[in-house]
């Protein structure tokens, strides 16, 4: 079986959260997920009591525009249920919504199984993203993982269709990727995603004369970060073979034309270097040396043919990797959220939060804060209940707000986050 997926602590990691949502916003995102019963009311408690019913009121009323929009997706219009899928994946990306979609998920996986096998283009897209968000709601049980299991093939098909649009080809390989990671449970699944995902990445062989071919885009860049992630959950068996069998297709990559993807192939390098101390293996082979150069040019490069903002980016992170492969040290960053804080300390943690990230968007923050399968995986613990003084302490100014926090966390006694 595949190993917890409660994201690797090791010694420093990396990352960044932004979310356009306000703290007050924020707060009474976790109010209303938050209930509580009293006898003998207070006018204050009364206040509190029809504030709850509004809520109740608006609940009912996006919970009738999601029913709206699952039904679109049946509709004859290509552009009726692409607006739909559009509507579902702001609404899953946005809000907590496990018990609502765990009632609907065979209607809305038969729905989303219809548009990846007869859509077009943005539709399948759009699809995918939608299936991955519906995983992410649902968690890591039973249900999730009879959901993946349905659509897999359908995933594959479509990620492995050289007629299929990029975009769509894109979307399955994150799909694929994140779906795995959430709700497989047998490692056969697991190891049959990683070979899909590195047929991809990895096809055609890595230009001939050891450089990548010049047309890698968007969707290897996608098939790289889906199988960096499914590493990271891992048995020690498999990344064994992993260091034995895979790493080295990982090196041609870092001369890729797309900086995104030398940026990737980077990081999954050292992901790959951060595995191996884990289990207690050696990664020394005969091209390691070379390996090390090639980081070095990456991490000092100055070529006026590249972007200037990509020349700064690229030397940034590579230094950081480089760093990390000398000395076994990683930068650690705090993503902060609403009164929390946590850690990216390692290059698995770092890749398990961009990954969810870059499926969240903004709403990441409202996830970590009130989505349990997140909190699980970071180790965060149960989502905060907050009482009237702790929303109007969340209002105080973001500057306050960040001093208490740096002063809070260096006596913080959470191991990966902190509760101001």
């Given at each position: 079986?595949?190993?917890?997926r ?11 959260a ?48 999601l029913?709206?929009h ?9 552009k ?49 993203t939608?299936?991955?968000l519906?995983?992410?709601q ?22 492995t ?30 190891v ?14 890595t ?28 048995p020690?068996?498999h990344?064994?073979s ?18 995104t993807?030398?940026i ?15 289990v207690?293996?050696?990664?020394c ?30 030397r ?28 990216l ?42 009482d ?6 969340s ?9 208490a926090?740096t002063?809070t966390?260096?006596?913080?006694p ?7």
């Amino acid at each position: 079986m595949p190993r917890s997926r409660r994201a690797a602590r090791r010694g420093p990691g990396s990352g960044r959260a932004g979310s356009p949502v306000s703290e007050e916003e924020a707060g009474s995102e976790v109010l209303s997920h938050c209930s509580s019963a009293s006898e003998g009311a207070s006018p204050a408690e009364e206040g509190a009591g029809s504030e709850a019913a509004s809520e109740q009121g608006q609940e009912e009323e996006v919970e009738d525009r999601l029913k709206e929009h699952m039904d679109n997706l049946l509709d004859k219009s290509a552009k009726t249920r692409q607006a739909a899928l559009q509507s579902l994946r702001l609404a899953f990306s946005s809000k907590t919504l496990s018990e609502f979609l765990l009632e609907r998920r065979l209607t809305l996986t038969d729905s989303l199984e219809k548009c990846l096998k007869k859509g077009k283009g943005e539709e399948q897209a759009l699809a995918g993203t939608v299936l991955t968000l519906l995983c992410l709601q649902m968690g890591s049980g039973p249900e999730a993982e009879e959901v993946f299991r349905s659509l897999k093939p359908l995933l594959v098909s479509v990620l492995t269709d050289s007629t299929a649009s990029p975009g769509a080809r894109q979307s399955c390989a994150t799909a694929l990727g994140m779906c795995c990671y959430i709700a497989a449970a047998d490692l056969e699944d697991l190891v049959s995603c990683l070979s899909c995902l590195e047929g991809v990445f990895s096809s055609p062989s890595t230009g001939e004369g050891g450089s990548a071919p010049a047309h890698h885009g968007p969707l290897h860049c996608s098939a790289l970060q889906s199988w960096s992630l499914l590493l990271t959950i891992c048995p020690p068996s498999h990344i064994k073979s992993v260091l034995d069998n895979h790493w080295l297709k990982l090196p041609p990559l870092l001369s890729s034309s797309s900086v995104t993807l030398r940026i990737l192939a980077g990081e999954a390098i050292a992901l790959i270097f951060e595995l191996a101390q884990d289990v207690e293996e050696d990664l020394c082979h005969q091209d390691t040396e070379f390996l090390r150069a090639q980081l070095k040019v990456l991490a000092t490069e100055s070529s006026k043919y590249r972007a200037k903002t990509d020349r700064r980016k690229q030397r940034s992170i590579f230094r950081d990797i480089l760093h990390f492969i000398e000395s076994g040290e990683y930068q650690e960053e705090t993503i902060r959220f609403g009164l929390e804080c946590m850690y990216l300390d390692s290059w698995a943690r770092q890749r398990t939060y961009q990954a969810f990230k870059e499926v969240l968007g903004s709403g990441i923050r409202h996830h970590l804060q009130n989505n349990e399968l997140l909190r699980e995986i970071f180790g965060l613990g149960p989502p905060l209940v907050l009482d009237a003084a702790a929303l109007k302490a969340s209002k105080v100014s973001r500057f306050e707000k960040v001093g208490a926090a740096t002063q809070t966390c260096a006596h913080s006694p959470f191991p990966c986050c902190c509760r101001l």
